[in-house]
């Protein structure tokens, strides 16, 4: 796609360090801009305080700090983007950057938590400055068709949304499974924060000997996790930090996959365990419907432990591992999702003309 036989300028604004973890926001910068910057129909610059991709231009920006430093940085991110010479700049910004007819706004919105029981510090805030930037955006893009039904339902039908899903590198599809003895008998992985269910876990496999891996970021929980599992009959190892290589083998030795948590936007291991053939059970959320319907899966009541603890036995005695249809995985490949996103944008541009210049 280009614009007048010039290649589409994208600018894209991911501002926060996610305390250093690997957030599954920071995740999806990273390699959403590798496939766009492999993309011969796209110049790409992005703005983060980490680097995206080396293919790219790159400005060191964040948005932390105090309410009055985040303002004067926003007056700096305009500046910045108003001195180049940039089509469409997507903004994982609460309070998205004014284009002024100069170029087209994709504001993102990863999930709403901050409309719900799970936002954090200055939820009711970052509510507030998304609404106004979902009413002023040229487009909303999120991670799934659950999410965007959650956003219409916060702030109307008004504005375009565009459903960009999560993606994988062709090593999650395309690794040869090794086959052998498999090192636990259930997964989890996500992070430790307290919604993302693994309490559940904990509690219905009380009383059973199963093997678990428990993979996730601290994020202030590992302590209480530890004290939980100290009082479990099963036998539990904690990764954190691991490579893609090293997770595809964790879940290469694992017989299934348990996603207990209680918000998602799109739930990136559910599809992880799923290309690598592991039955899934999850959390009934409509987010896990929609990809249960993809690529297969298991949903259930988490917070109902009997009824977790008969899927997870069922899960288990299921006899073979079964793949999701290989096109429809290959759908989800990030090259996939990079091309998916650029014909959207190409509309974008065609519905009122790019800012020429």
């Known amino acids: 796609m280009t614009t007048g036989g010039r290649s589409i300028h994208i600018a894209v604004v991911s501002p926060y360090r996610h305390a250093g973890a690997r957030a599954g926001a920071r995740v999806r910068a990273e390699k959403l801009c590798e496939a766009l910057a492999q993309l011969p129909s796209v110049r790409l610059t992005t703005l983060a305080p980490f680097i995206t991709t080396r293919d790219a231009n790159h400005i060191?920006?964040?948005?932390?700090?105090?309410?009055?430093?985040?303002?004067?940085?926003?007056?700096?991110?305009?500046?910045?983007?108003?001195s180049m010479s940039v089509h469409v700049v997507i903004s994982e910004a609460p309070l998205d950057p004014i284009g002024f007819g100069r170029f087209k706004v994709v504001h993102v919105i990863h999930d709403t938590k901050f409309a719900g029981e799970h936002g954090r510090r200055w939820s009711n805030l970052a509510k507030h400055l998304h609404g106004f930037s979902v009413r002023n955006a040229d487009a909303v893009m999120t991670v799934s068709h659950a999410e965007a039904a959650n956003i219409r339902a916060l702030y109307g039908a008004g504005t375009p949304i565009i459903v960009s899903y999560n993606g994988l590198s062709s090593a999650w599809i395309d690794t040869p499974s090794p086959?052998?003895?498999?090192?636990?008998?259930?997964?989890?992985?996500?992070?430790?924060?307290?919604?993302?269910?693994?309490?559940?876990?904990?509690?219905?496999?009380?009383?059973?000997?199963?093997?678990?891996?428990?993979?996730?970021?601290?994020?202030?929980?590992?302590?209480?996790?530890?004290?939980?599992?100290?009082?479990?009959?099963?036998?539990?190892?904690i990764y954190a930090n691991l490579d893609e290589?090293?997770?595809?083998?964790?879940?290469?030795?694992?017989?299934?996959?348990?996603?207990?948590?209680?918000?998602?936007?799109f739930g990136m291991p559910f599809l992880e365990a799923r290309s690598r053939g592991l039955p899934v059970v999850a959390n009934d959320l409509p987010v896990f419907r929609e990809l249960s319907g993809l690529v297969g899966g298991e949903l259930v009541d988490c917070s109902d432990h009997d009824a977790l603890r008969h899927a997870i036995a069922a899960a288990l005695g299921q006899p073979a591992r079964a793949y999701p249809d290989p096109a429809i995985l290959s759908g989800f490949k990030w090259e996939q999702i990079a091309q998916n996103l650029i014909a959207d944008i190409g509309k974008l541009l065609q519905s009122a003309g790019p800012r020429q210049g």
């Open 60 to 82: 060191d920006f964040d948005l932390e700090g105090s309410l009055p430093q985040r303002l004067v940085k926003l007056a700096r991110l305009n500046k910045i983007l108003h």
């Open 245 to 265: 290589v090293s997770l595809i083998r964790l879940y290469d030795r694992s017989t299934i996959k348990v996603f207990p948590s209680r918000l998602e936007g």
């Open 179 to 237: 086959g052998g003895n498999w090192e636990h008998d259930i997964l989890y992985v996500s992070n430790f924060a307290a919604h993302k269910g693994h309490r559940d876990l904990i509690e219905a496999t009380t009383g059973s000997t199963y093997r678990i891996a428990l993979v996730g970021s601290d994020l202030g929980y590992e302590a209480e996790i530890r004290r939980l599992i100290g009082k479990s009959s099963c036998r539990f190892d």
